[in-house]
């Protein structure tokens, strides 16, 4: 029976989630599998990835062929290279310690360039986040000091004609009349009207 390592697809239309599981190469891709590895959530940044490595190894000892994206992720999360290694310990190569400690030093600095890559895209979100806050700011201050330009002449014009036509009605009317009030006034015309 050939043994497959690879992804079944999981999760709804638009937003895939996979689990990494090992399976005869002859069923289908979401039937019968042999044994789950692991997930793979491709939709966040970085890439979630949980791997079982001492199971992905075992079914790599024993002839398990990875497909191009399941190697491509075991080589990310080194269950390839732990793969290597222990061919090395199995010929005399290495002894089991040093291969522990080779796996190891490179766990540390695969995890370095990871939180580098985490931290980089943190920064780089937060700078997007403050200049578009700086477009807005600068788009809301240039909107303010054009409504507040449209204001003032307005302003002047309209304390102009209430200057023009209270001294106008003081000059023609008798003060009595200059006594009504605006509102009166809009009265009177619309029942003249």
């Given at each position: 029976?050939?043994?497959?390592?690879?992804?079944?697809?999981?999760?709804?239309?638009?937003?895939?989630y996979?689990?990494?599981?090992?399976?005869?190469?002859?069923?289908?891709?979401?039937?019968?599998?042999?044994?789950?590895?692991?997930?793979?959530?491709?939709?966040?940044?970085?890439?979630?990835?949980?791997?079982?490595?001492?199971?992905?190894?075992?079914?790599?000892?024993?002839?398990?062929?990875?497909?191009?994206?399941?190697?491509?992720?075991?080589?990310?999360?080194?269950?390839?290279?732990?793969?290597?290694?222990?061919?090395?310990?199995r010929?005399?190569?290495?002894?089991?310690?040093?291969?522990?400690?080779?796996?190891n030093?490179?766990?540390?600095?695969?995890?370095?360039?990871?939180?580098?890559?985490?931290?980089?895209?943190?920064?780089?979100?937060?700078?997007?986040?403050?200049?578009?806050?700086?477009?807005?700011?600068?788009?809301?201050?240039?909107?303010?000091?054009?409504?507040?330009?449209?204001?003032?002449?307005?302003?002047?014009?309209?304390?102009?004609?209430?200057?023009?036509?209270?001294?106008?009605?003081?000059?023609?009317?008798?003060?009595?009349?200059?006594?009504?009030?605006?509102?009166?006034?809009?009265?009177?015309?619309?029942?003249?009207?």
């Amino acid at each position: 029976m050939p043994v497959k390592i690879r992804l079944q697809r999981h999760g709804k239309k638009g937003k895939p989630y996979f689990w990494i599981i090992a399976a005869d190469s002859r069923s289908k891709r979401d039937g019968k599998f042999l044994e789950k590895l692991g997930f793979y959530n491709p939709t966040t940044n970085p890439a979630q990835i949980d791997l079982n490595v001492d199971s992905a190894v075992k079914w790599l000892q024993n002839g398990a062929q990875p497909t191009d994206t399941a190697r491509a992720i075991l080589s990310y999360k080194g269950a390839l290279m732990k793969n290597h290694l222990a061919g090395g310990v199995r010929k005399g190569a290495l002894t089991e310690e040093q291969a522990e400690a080779k796996f190891n030093e490179w766990l540390e600095s695969k995890k370095g360039t990871i939180d580098h890559k985490k931290a980089t895209l943190t920064d780089a979100q937060q700078k997007a986040k403050a200049e578009a806050i700086a477009a807005e700011k600068a788009v809301s201050d240039k909107r303010a000091a054009e409504a507040a330009a449209a204001a003032a002449p307005a302003e002047e014009e309209a304390t102009e004609e209430v200057e023009a036509t209270a001294e106008t009605a003081t000059e023609e009317t008798p003060a009595a009349e200059a006594t009504e009030t605006p509102a009166e006034e809009v009265k009177e015309d619309k029942k003249e009207a």
